[in-house]
């Protein structure tokens, strides 16, 4: 079971940076992807930015210019360093990871979450 613990929330004035970084205990099989989602109060949860184990970025048209992912695979760890922080940016902010969990029954994919960092970015 991978667990992902993330850091690095908190409140921001408008303008702001913040970076957040999320850790997975284990990597089963192989990490394929992990990823930024976020919630805002009342909306549903939508994808950041996401980061596959090759370095491959798929990001969100708001975050884009203002925001980058990174990940360090040695460490197990992505990063989200978030630049020209807007008050549109207050959300729930989770880490995700889709991992592979291989054995003799087969190959399984498998999708974990954190419990999520608040971000509040003030006017």
């Known amino acids: 079971q991978v667990q992902l613990v993330e850091s690095g929330g908190g409140l921001v004035q408008a303008g702001g940076s913040l970076r957040l970084s999320c850790v997975a205990s284990e990597t089963g099989s192989g990490i394929i992807t992990m990823g930024w989602y976020r919630q805002a109060p009342g909306k549903r949860r939508d994808m950041v930015a996401t980061i596959s184990n090759e370095g491959s970025i798929d990001s969100s048209d708001s975050v884009k210019g203002r925001f980058n992912i990174s990940i360090n695979n040695a460490k197990n760890t992505v990063y989200l360093q978030m630049n020209s922080l807007e008050p549109e940016d207050t959300a729930v902010y989770y880490c995700?990871?889709?991992?592979?969990?291989?054995?003799?029954?087969?190959?399984?994919?498998?999708?974990?979450w954190g419990s999520g960092t608040q971000v509040t970015v003030s006017s």
């Open positions: 995700n990871a889709v991992v592979t969990h291989r054995d003799s029954q087969g190959t399984a994919i498998q999708y974990y």
